[in-house]
């Protein structure tokens, strides 16, 4: 136990099970034993954690929710102005209906408008309303959505329906059987697949889709998923969850043209404050009204008074015009040290949410966790995807790029050795879901 | 359409189904085409409508999330301390450990600890980790818990099952059908039904309970609740989230001597900033590593920030004895007052949700509303229950006894006419759930 951080995540994992509230703050996901863990403060791209050490964050801004950097002033300010107004009462606040008007106005196709808090429930809340609103109870999904029995109950049918959905090996446990095969997966990009399912299956309420992550879709696949929709009477939800305002001020889907029945929007669209927004077609919501959806904690006026000043922020800073350039810089950063340490890597976009991949088959693991390793030693969170923000500028990318490249030449060190793994002070970090102890 | 208030009501119903992201919120639900609907500004008991109005909530105080008051002075520095150090960031904030720990000393029983943001979320938590631990699927359940699947899923056998247990007519709509029979519902004090359950039904994987709400536990029925729980192989889970930290500093089983294996808490725990917990046993938390539970949101800093703030003041201003103190009062006053005017009422506890029923079968909805209508005019928001907070004080209840008396005049006035609701300016308030058009 080197420090504070490390010695806190230590105590962490004894009285909270599985260590953090989210899969992808845990350090194993980094670096085990020797990632950060906590933070003390945050402010742009730079993060203190509890021994008073300093990095620049090129890892996930937050997991995605940090779009404009941390401790945004426009957004803290607004949201400070919510709590001196008083953050909740028993009546309603004024702000969630001027969000609901503007994510209205920012995606016309959409007439209504609910919100919650967490992405995760915000997209049981879509699943729910296109359940009640066509009556039919199956699902057919791509793409990650979170830890929802509607989504998890995938994996009741076969432990590895999900592995190709963002996260390997995601358990079910817990999940009412009786839920087995009612979401049924298919592949991005593969409307093939798609049809195989509504082929045999009579029964789907709803076609749940990541608008996209890290492919573009092809040969005009997001507009036949909807086409598919409408002809078999199934709600079209678009996740814009992780992908939403990062391509656009709003949802991808509008650059692509194509509109769901509802779109799912949490994470960038409140900077870091907890908040969710379910947009849909007037048919479809009012069907909500079916049903009952109703938390206290979704009504309070930080939420939406944080979501209104960022997305402001979003559109006044041309925030995605920056995302797209500074996520380009990276990108062909990492092409050109490649190139000088003769690394194999392939670079995924969209440039908002640059990766690479080590391609290095079994040793690509550990080849990622080195990286990480000595990043960190020179002072970055750095991991294979960069969550570009606004708050990231053209002289950080260049100090970044200058780190990249020592590390880029101690990863080929690395690979000329006997073993990766011996050049790591610890463990191969984790790539999936996996019990901590 | 009187003023600003009432406008935006009438144009949030266009846009948000139902008006509001919570039944409670609705304005039927008070004072149909009255309510003021939407507040500019809240402090302590004081709320200022978006006209300039201003009165003392005698009502709800947020849903009972506000036990302090609201823009309690000391959670909002705590807060506005979080927010400029960063809310959010890629790692964790330290205070969900130390708010983790806090919990686990209050409740010495429960040794670990998850997070969430809202309380519906929190008891799907719950019970996804009761089903992983247990490997069983179904749920006897007495008391509200929300809007889940788990829980809603109990009017699919029956309409009306979930019709005593606080909210009428509550619709399953776009709840799988596969989950029918998978709750099933008892009546709190009622020990009998639950064995009744358990005799029929073998799978059962949690018992859930609301600790308590009206009814004060009788012939120990908490403890022999536990005591099937664990005959049967069950997790036993409190909910705690309406009457947590009213009765105590904690959960209102702590004053009654019996543990749960999961208590969950969310609304007064961090005083209108949305958190929630799930606290438990050691073993059957461990059982949250079995499955996946896990969401961006939940890993905020504000949250935990302001559940530690809170509970620091619960303990050092000893709030519930002030709540029992004040509520007791209101409850004195209505009885005296009812004397006074002959009108027929019956007073429920707790103190601290202290709460009046009008024994005038079908006229009772009506002379409530009458209630709500003239406390109105007289610059209170008033219902039939309160939720009492450290911010009532004595001359608070005191001026509102004394409107109170003129109302319960004119209560007992519109008993001797032809018609209560002639008296009304409006409609009679809903009683459950409804469409709102």
Chains 1, 2 share one sequence.
Not at 38 to 43: H, V
């Amino acid at each position: 136990m080197k420090n504070k951080s490390q010695k806190l995540w230590h105590e962490a994992k004894k009285i909270i099970p599985g260590g953090s509230q989210l899969l992808s703050k845990r350090s194993e996901m980094f670096l085990p034993g020797g990632w950060p863990s906590y933070y003390k403060q945050a402010k742009g791209i730079e993060v203190v954690d509890l021994d008073g050490n300093r990095y620049l964050d090129f890892s996930t801004m937050g997991v995605g929710s940090c779009i404009l950097g941390y401790a945004d002033k426009d957004v803290n300010r607004a949201v400070k102005l919510a709590i001196d107004k008083g953050s909740m009462s028993t009546l309603n606040c004024p702000e969630e209906v001027e969000l609901a008007e503007l994510l209205c106005s920012l995606h016309p196709w959409a007439h209504m408008v609910r919100f919650a808090r967490t992405g995760g429930e915000a997209m049981a809340v879509a699943v729910r309303i296109a359940r009640a609103h066509t009556g039919k109870d199956k699902i057919a999904f791509c793409g990650y959505h979170g830890w929802g029995d509607w989504y998890l109950s995938a994996n009741l049918g076969d432990r590895k329906n999900l592995d190709e959905h963002l996260l390997k090996g995601l358990k079910p446990a817990g999940v009412p059987r009786a839920l087995k095969r009612t979401a049924l997966p298919f592949s991005y990009n593969r409307i093939e697949e798609l049809e195989k399912i509504i082929a045999k299956e009579k029964n789907i309420g709803a076609i749940v889709v990541e608008t996209m992550r890290h492919q573009e879709p092809k040969k005009e696949f997001l507009k036949k998923v909807a086409a598919i929709a409408k002809r078999i009477g199934a709600v079209l939800i678009f996740d814009e969850i992780s992908i939403g305002w990062r391509l656009t001020v709003g949802g991808a889907h509008v650059l692509y043209g194509v509109n769901p029945d509802i779109a799912v929007f949490a994470k960038a669209m409140s900077n870091g404050f907890p908040c969710a927004a379910i947009i849909g077609k007037r048919a479809v919501m009012e069907s909500a009204q079916k049903t009952f959806i109703s938390s206290t904690y979704w009504t309070d006026r930080v939420g939406p008074a944080a979501a209104l000043a960022t997305i402001k922020k979003l559109k006044e800073g041309k925030v995605p015009a920056h995302l797209k350039h500074i996520g380009k810089a990276i990108g062909d950063g990492w092409k050109r040290l490649a190139k000088k340490h003769t690394l194999d890597i392939t670079i995924l976009g969209p440039e908002a949410l640059i990766t690479f991949a080590l391609n290095y088959g079994e040793r690509s693991q550990a080849l990622r966790t080195l990286f990480t390793q000595e990043m960190l030693a020179r002072g970055y969170l750095a991991g294979a995807s960069v969550y570009v923000s606004y708050a990231h500028k053209e002289r950080h990318v260049a100090r970044y790029l200058k780190a990249a490249d020592a590390v880029f030449g101690i990863l080929k060190k690395a690979l000329g050795s006997a073993s990766v793994t011996s050049f790591l002070h610890g463990e191969v970090a984790h790539s999936g879901f996996r019990r901590l102890t």
